[in-house]
């Protein structure tokens, strides 16, 4: 059974660079038609799609985000990464790991549990 | 970018009644529209997408229809469990965006 889980900073100060990390369980990161998204959820707001890669490599970011971000892929850890830099308290949200059904990502059918980042010095 | 608006913000319902929530897209999304379920502390479930097909393992007192611009979810007669957010995501351009969320709460 598939399952994902963000892990990384908790706390980040403004103008440095948020890291998180999904792992992915019970399915090869690189089997299927499947992408992999980051989505974020401010408190109390709202859901925003930050960004997907597919196993082979391409990306694609929301262009509101799109200078700041950077997603990797290794197939060897079967995990997904989230660079974001220069935050901002704007940025303070809860980060998801989402799979995205087909090689472009849809609808998200699977989530992880997300984790908190707040940015704050 | 297609901003999706959610309507009302709060909808207060009876269980075992019926509640229609809407979402409305600025421009056409064709049926490529998705609803998902989120209750306080977790992460959003996937319910509903084509706009009107159910995803695996949801009930089916969750309806979906509409096309273009206009779409609504239906749930046919409140359960305890279904009091939560509900939002919808549209997935014909990029980027994918959401509504702003529907709050179902019991009256």
């Excluded at chain 1, 990161?29 to 992999?36: E, N």
């Amino acid at each position: 059974q598939l399952q994902l889980q963000e892990s990384g900073s908790g706390v980040v100060k403004p103008s440095q660079t948020l890291s998180l990390t999904c792992t992915v369980s019970g399915v090869p990161i690189s089997g299927g038609a499947s992408s992999w998204s980051w989505i974020r959820q401010p408190p109390g707001q709202g859901l925003e799609w930050i960004g997907y890669i597919s196993h082979s490599g391409p990306t694609s970011y929301n262009p509101s985000l799109q200078s700041r971000v950077t997603m990797s892929i290794d197939r060897s850890k079967n995990h997904f990464s989230l660079k974001l830099s220069s935050v901002t308290a704007a940025d303070t949200a809860v980060y998801y790991c989402a799979r995205g059904v087909s090689t472009v990502p849809k609808t998200f059918d699977v989530w992880g549990q997300g984790t908190m980042v707040t940015v704050s010095s | 970018e297609i901003v999706m608006t959610q309507s009302p913000a709060t909808l207060s319902v009876s269980p075992g009644d019926r509640a229609t929530l809407s979402c409305r897209a600025n421009q056409s999304v064709s049926s490529n529209l998705a609803w998902y379920q989120q209750k306080p502390g977790q992460a959003p479930s996937l319910l509903i997408y084509g706009a009107s097909t159910r995803a695996t393992g949801v009930p089916a007192r969750f309806s979906g229809s509409g096309s273009g611009t206009e779409f609504t979810l239906t749930i046919s007669s409140l359960q305890s469990e279904d009091f939560a957010v509900y939002y919808c995501q549209q997935y014909n351009n990029w980027p994918r965006t959401f509504g702003q969320g529907t709050k179902l709460e019991i009256k």
